[in-house]
């Protein structure tokens, strides 16, 4: 199976699914991310653009990421982007990476690139039934971010609700975190929610909403086949 993880800012992805994505890469499936926003720009605790490279290169090499598509789109602007624009970035990551699975944000996120991003995912997505050559996806799932999705204010917004609950055990979550804090800037102290405490933490509840020992969640809002 072929998986891609589409995300605004680099981190997202780790922050989303990242245990996931490494259990999946140990059994073997590819798994491959569509960061839109890949440079530092608007980002004031962020390193140079050759720093962030660097540290999205040895987080993915961590969870053992097949393919990194980058855009530069502009971060935290990404309203000022022709939606268009965005939905054909993604349409070429998934058909590029041949996906099964698309894995995005959840709309809600208080993070406005955040929002942009899944709107355009869920466009890109439908692309397999305008063209007949490309092949059908199997699943869209979102993710939860946390500082972006627990965050989120919009009560006309559904909130993230998860139904799909993946066990990835502790290894997968330390692995996590650990690909997390590549990311120079990004980790901080209990209890902000990109802490060591607060991730293992979300990840221990989630397992026990599904009895499972650890587990990342996501909302799985689109299925094809059994
Ligand atoms: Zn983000």
């Not at 981190?11 to 140990?26: F, P």
């Not at 653009?49 to 097949?66: A, P, Q, R």
């Amino acid at each position: 199976m072929t998986y891609l993880v589409v995300v605004a800012h680099p981190d997202d992805e780790v922050l989303g699914a990242g245990a996931t994505m490494y259990k999946l890469a140990q059994k073997g499936h590819s798994v491959n991310v569509c960061i839109l926003s890949g440079e530092v720009n608007a980002r004031n605790h962020r390193p140079s653009t050759d720093e962030l490279h660097e540290d999205v290169n040895s987080s993915m090499n961590i969870l053992g990421v097949d393919k990194i598509i980058k855009g530069d789109f502009p971060n935290i602007e990404f309203n000022t982007v022709p939606h268009l624009k965005l939905v054909q970035f993604i349409e070429k990551a998934i058909i590029d990476t041949e996906s099964d699975v698309v894995f995005t944000h959840h709309p809600a996120d208080l993070n406005n690139d955040h929002l942009h991003t899944s709107l355009a995912c869920q466009a890109a997505v439908r692309l397999f039934q305008r063209r007949p050559d490309v092949k059908p996806l199997r699943e869209l799932l979102f993710m939860e971010v946390p500082s972006a999705t627990e965050w989120a204010l919009n009560k006309a917004e559904n909130q993230f609700s998860p139904n799909t609950f993946v066990e990835v055990g502790e290894k997968s979550v330390d692995k996590k975190i650990e690909a997390l804090a590549q990311y120079r800037g990004v980790m901080r102290d209990y209890p902000h929610p990109r802490s060591h405490e607060a991730l293992k933490g979300l990840a221990a509840y989630r397992g026990g909403q599904a009895g499972m020992v650890y587990a990342e969640a996501f909302e799985s809002v689109f299925r094809r086949g059994l």
